[in-house]
Each structure stands twice: as structure tokens, then as C-alpha cells.
């Protein structure tokens, strides 16, 4: 188990794409929290708040016809994948315009032209799929690979060893991303887990783990670099530990007060949104893209707002006689 | 035409799909050079090679799970549960994952597999191995559910549901898999969701399909040499349900009953009766009856492992009282 904790150099474009993606999450994840507190969104929804660099990072580092598929806290997965904003809020808040004409919500948004294959609403659930995913690649012979979020959580369970044990036996071209963010809700990692080395799970099953810190998209953005060019070269899966903290409780409505506050404390002191910004010098082209995101979230909002409920009439009629 | 076993069809049926789409693949515990427990997929590997018949680990809900991701993304794989039994152990990939994804995908990804798998009691296996589960996938809307119950009928419809774009549950028997019947030569499939009338007759209908298919014609045989003429109608497809042709011979017998092995209690028999009740009331002589698996696990013994399923014997005693 390698420990990757240095920062070789990443070209300034790499680091606005991946703060593109970061600045987007955080700013599309409050929205929707401002939207929940509103009531244009029911239900619940996970924030993915704090965890932000680890999909943008992932994603950075793939091709746009790579695939992945991801957790029940989904929202920042999918920004990062590159879908459109007006139609994943539209989504979020149940319009017959969203992504998934507003029979998913939250919990289960995907889009298939970004090859994201989706959110879960079943802890672990996802973990299979997207290792199916990379068998159905090898099946069709392409270049492709997966990355395969989940969580600290999700590693507990047996899907989870079922998986990556299948994925070393075929060798398939999945990235097992592991986002340890140390709680399952308001149960930490501590106690669930027998060793919380976590990423020592893959070479328990012949697949090589390593750890990440979470919150430096670089070192985020490297690594799966690196485990995407062994799966393209035949070599099979990797596991990726990647360390964060959620900034919040476990959903929306969960003030996540069972968290250790000094620990909250340190990990918000190492914002990943701030630690990428303060590497990057082109004040001007973050500038650009701080305000070009504020003002897509604008349009995203009124245009989700502005749009039609699902048609009940119709709804009614495609089930009534199935 | 030729006579062959009900698992040489189903053979035939995998072999002609994989060499139609090179992305049509088969996973499962034991099916490549073993050939599979019922040999079903006997051979397979020495054609299509063990990069499209592929052996698992003893994984059921993950290699369930792999299917589901596998089609998303345009392969179109055919897995084995040796035992419908086992199909508990995947039943969150099932019925939360693929049973749903078109669905809360709001129609942007088909999950284009099918599950393959096999049940009933008669052979001792008792209890973890006998089971008839099709109520499960029956009740879950975006799964359909084929049970097939002869060598014609399990080749064309194993065609049609690789051929199909939705997740499809196939529930073979244990105890057909080495009977046999006649199948053309040419290739040919057969549609998903219709019902096939067996036998025709005009006094009762029996609503049926899978192993008890043959015991109903069993049944069939004797009653016709007592001057009772029985139709037997096989579903062959579960769902989506043939009403039409179920209703039509309801209406024109105006006596039924749902013969299944599965146990009386939550079978889909129930089901049935009661859709047949609510629409062809004003042509029934009387309610519909169900003659079913008893509520029990399945024994050991051979003896008392009998009498937990319907024999031939219990459905003549059936339609008599009918008639």
C-alpha cells in the first residue's frame, strides 16, 4: 500500500478545469440547500459538500466516454461528469424537464450522454453495476474504463468484496474509488470498519490500494491517472482510498451534530476548493469562471423553476394497465 | 423438425443468439468447461470461448449486479442462477437495480439482460433447493417473467427475451429439463406475453405453465376418456400477462382453475383468479379455483416431498368437483 502524498507539477489548465469543477459543485450544492430550505426541493438529498475534489479530480483525470456511476450523494459526481445544470436542478426538484424527467430525483440522477451511469439510492448498490460496466466494455473491446465511487460505508459490505475480487479475477478496467469521508451517517469508520485501512481491501483480493488525501484534487486527479492507464493497458483494477469530511450532516436535514467539531474544524481549515484555488495564479481565468458558473446557476434555477410538473394524466395512463 | 431435450433447446437458443451478436455473453457459477449443473450451456465454451462463456466465483447478488452494469453499457449478457433459490441472494440487483434503472433513469438507459434460472420440487433437494419463487419477480413492476414448459416453447422464447431490451427473469423446472418434444429445423422465435392453448377442450379451463403444464395434459388425458373435455392453457409468459387468451377460454368454459406448484398462499394463482373474477364474472358457472403447492417448506423425504405439489390425481379430483 503506497501512500501518495506529493505534488508533481499539473499544467494551470488541468488545475482551472478541476476548480471548475469544484467551484461548480460547491456553489450547485448550496443552491440546492437554499432551494431545499425554500421548498422547491422535497424529499431529502446528501450533500456532497467537502468532498468535492475527489469527483472532480477523478473525473478530470478520465475521458468524457469514460464511464462512471456513483452514491447516494451523487449531485457533485454528476456536475463533475459534465452535465448541464438547468437540467440536474430541474431534475432535483422533480420537473418533467429534468435529466430523468423527474422520475429520479436526487438519489438516482444520471446521464447517459455524460456515461454516467448514475446516483444510488442503495448503499453499495452501484458498486456491481459499475463492475459490470467494465466487463461490458471488455465484452465490446474498447479502451474505456470505470470509476467506481462509493463510500467508507459501502466498503463494509459484501457487494463490495464480491465486486472487487471480480474485477481482479477478470482484470477489468474499474477504478474502485473509495471516498472515506469516516462516517456511514452518524457511525464513524472507527467502529465499523475491523482495520481502517481501508485501501489495504484490495490487495487482500490481488488489486493494488492506495491513499489519497481527498481534499487535494491533484493528488486526487493523479492517482486515477495512473490506476486509468494500467486499466487501459490491461492491467485491471485499482483501489483508491481517498480521505474527506463532510462539511454537513449526513443529508440536508441533519445537522450532523454527532460529528467531532474539532475534527470538522481541521478538515474545513483544508477546504478543497481553497487549497486548489491558492495553487493556481491566473487570478483573471478564475475570476471568468467564478462568474460564469454564478450566472449559469442563475439560469438553472429559473429555468427549473419555470418549468412544468410532470403530466399526472399521462403518468396515470402508461401505468394503469401495466 | 427433431425431437431434442428441453436443455438441448435452451443450448440451442444461447448458441444461435451468440453467434447473431457478438456482444450476447453468458456468466454463472460452473458454465463454461463444466458446462453447467443441468448442462444447459454443455459445449458452449469450445465455440464461443471463455472470454463470452465465463465462470464465477460464488458472488450471486455482484455477478447479478455486473449484468445490469454490462448492458447499460451495450453488451448483452445472460446469467445463470443454478437454483432460483439462490436468486435471494441477488435480490437487491434485481429488483431495486435492474428492475428500476429505465424507470428513474427516465427512459435513458434499457438494462437489456436476462437472467436465467431454474426451480420446483421433485428430485430431494429439499428445502433450499426446491423452491418455486416466480411470485417475487411476478409482483415487481419492469421485470418480465417467462417460465417456459417444453423444448419449443424454451428455445424461441430464451431468443426472443436475449433479443429483448429489458430485464427478463427465465424460470426453467428441474424436471424438464431432460424431457423432450419436437423443434423445427430453421430458427425461430416465439413473442414474449403470449399464452399457448396445449390442449383445447369446452367444459373447464386450466390455467397453467411451467412442470405443472404437463400434469394438467396428464390430467387432461384421463378426463377426456370420461367424456370431460379440459383446455389447458399455458401462460408461458407471466408477465406481461395474456389476458386475452386466458379470458377468452374463461368466458368460453365459464369454469376455471389456476393450476400451479408454488405454494397456494401469495402465488400469483391468486392473482389470476381474481382478474379473471372481476372481468368475466357474468360468464362464470361459479368462482375460480386455485389447486397449488401446499404452504410448507419442501421435505426431504421423497414420499412426503410428493404430495407438497399438485399431482394429476389432485387436478382430476379438481375439475370433477367443477363439473
Given amino acids: 500500500m503506497v501512500k501518495k502524498d506529493k505534488s508533481t507539477a499539473v499544467s494551470e489548465e488541468i488545475l482551472l478545469e478541476m476548480y471548475k469543477r469544484i467551484y461548480a459543485t460547491r456553489r450547485f450544492e448550496l443552491t440546492c440547500v437554499d432551494l431545499y430550505r425554500q421548498g422547491f426541493i422535497r424529499g431529502y438529498f446528501h450533500p456532497y459538500l467537502g468532498e468535492e475534489a475527489i469527483a472532480a479530480g477523478a473525473c478530470t483525470a478520465i475521458e468524457a466516454d469514460d464511464y462512471i456511476i456513483s452514491t447516494h450523494r451523487g449531485h457533485g459526481h454528476c456536475v463533475s461528469k459534465g452535465a448541464d445544470l438547468k437540467l440536474m436542478i430541474a431534475e432535483i426538484m422533480g420537473k418533467s424537464t429534468g435529466l430523468c424527467k423527474g422520475r429520479g430525483g436526487s438519489m438516482h440522477i444520471s446521464c447517459k450522454e455524460d456515461n454516467n451511469l448514475g446516483a444510488n439510492g442503495i448503499v453499495g448498490g452501484g458498486i456491481p453495476i459499475g463492475t459490470g460496466a467494465g466487463m461490458g466494455i471488455k465484452i465490446r473491446g474498447t479502451a474505456q474504463v470505470v470509476v467506481n465511487f462509493f463510500s467508507d460505508g459501502a466498503s463494509n459490505n459484501g457487494v463490495f468484496a464480491e465486486s472487487i475480487n471480480l474485477a481482479s479475477i477478470y482484470r477489468l478496467p474499474v477504478i474502485f474509488m473509495l471516498e472515506n469521508n469516516h462516517y456511514a451517517v452518524g457511525t464513524k469508520v472507527e467502529y465499523s470498519a475491523g482495520d481502517c485501512h481501508l485501501a489495504g481491501r484490495g490487495p487482500a483480493y490481488g488489486v493494488p490500494g492506495i491513499c489519497v488525501d481527498g481534499n487535494d484534487a491533484v493528488a486526487v486527479y493523479e492517482a486515477t491517472r495512473e490506476a486509468a492507464e494500467r486499466a487501459r493497458a490491461g492491467k485491471g483494477a485499482t483501489l483508491i482510498e481517498a480521505n474527506t469530511y463532510r462539511h454537513g450532516g449526513h443529508h440536508v436535514n441533519d445537522p450532523g451534530l454527532y460529528m467531532d467539531q474539532e475534527l470538522l474544524k481541521e478538515w474545513k481549515a483544508r477546504d478543497p476548493m481553497i487549497l486548489l484555488k491558492d495553487k493556481i495564479e491566473n487570478t483573471a481565468a478564475l475570476e471568468e469562471i467564478e462568474q460564469s458558473i454564478d450566472s449559469e446557476l442563475e439560469e438553472a434555477v429559473a429555468f427549473a423553476k419555470n418549468s412544468p410538473e410532470p403530466d399526472v394524466e399521462e403518468f396515470l395512463q402508461s401505468v394503469i394497465n401495466a | ?323
Fill in chain 2, 1 to 323: 423438425m427433431s425431437e431434442i431435450m428441453y436443455r438441448e433447446a435452451l443450448n440451442r437458443a444461447l448458441a444461435e443468439e451468440m453467434r447473431r451478436d457478438p456482444l450476447v455473453f453468458i456468466m454463472g457459477e460452473g458454465i463454461a468447461e463444466f458446462g453447467g449443473t443441468y448442462k444447459v450451456t454443455d459445449g458452449l465454451w469450445k465455440e464461443f470461448g471463455l472470454e463470452r462463456v465465463i465462470d464465477t466465483p460464488i458472488a450471486e447478488a455482484s455477478f447479478t449486479g455486473m449484468a445490469v452494469g454490462a448492458a447499460l453499457v451495450g453488451a448483452r449478457p445472460v446469467i445463470e442462477h443454478l437454483f432460483v433459490d439462490f436468486t435471494l441472494l441477488a435480490m437487491d440487483q434485481i429488483v431495486n437495480q435492474a428492475a428500476k434503472y429505465n424507470f428513474m433513469s427516465g427512459g435513458q438507459g434499457t438494462v437489456p439482460m436476462v437472467m436465467r434460472t431454474q426451480g420446483g420440487a421433485g428430485n430431494g433437494l429439499a428445502a433450499q433447493h426446491s423452491q418455486s419463487l416466480e411470485a417475487f419477480f411476478y409482483h415487481i413492476p419492469g421485470l418480465k417473467v417467462i417460465m417456459p414448459s417444453s423444448p419449443y416453447d424454451a428455445c424461441g422464447l430464451l431468443k426472443t427475451a436475449i433479443r429483448d431490451d429489458d430485464p427478463v427473469v427465465f424460470i426453467e423446472h428441474k424436471l424438464l429439463y431432460m424431457t423432450t418434444g419436437e423443434v423445427p429445423d430453421e430458427e425461430y422465435t416465439l413473442p414474449i406475453g403470449k399464452a399457448d392453448v396445449k390442449k383445447e377442450g369446452k367444459d373447464v379451463t386450466l390455467v397453467t405453465y411451467s412442470y405443472m403444464t404437463l400434469k394438467c395434459l396428464e390430467a387432461a388425458e384421463a378426463l377426456e376418456k370420461e367424456g370431460i373435455s379440459v383446455e389447458v392453457v399455458d401462460l408461458r409468459t407471466l408477465t406481461p400477462f395474456d389476458r386475452e387468451t386466458v379470458l377468452a377460454s374463461a368466458r368460453k368454459t365459464g369454469r376455471v382453475i389456476v393450476v400451479h406448484e408454488a405454494c397456494k398462499r401469495g402465488g400469483i394463482g391468486g392473482d389470476i383468479a381474481s382478474m379473471i373474477m372481476e372481468e368475466a364474472y357474468d360468464d362464470l358457472d361459479g368462482p375460480v379455483m386455485r389447486i397449488a403447492g401446499k404452504n410448507t417448506s419442501i421435505p426431504y423425504n421423497l414420499n412426503i416431498e410428493k404430495v407438497c405439489v399438485p399431482s394429476a390425481e389432485e387436478i382430476i379430483e379438481g375439475v370433477l368437483t367443477m363439473v
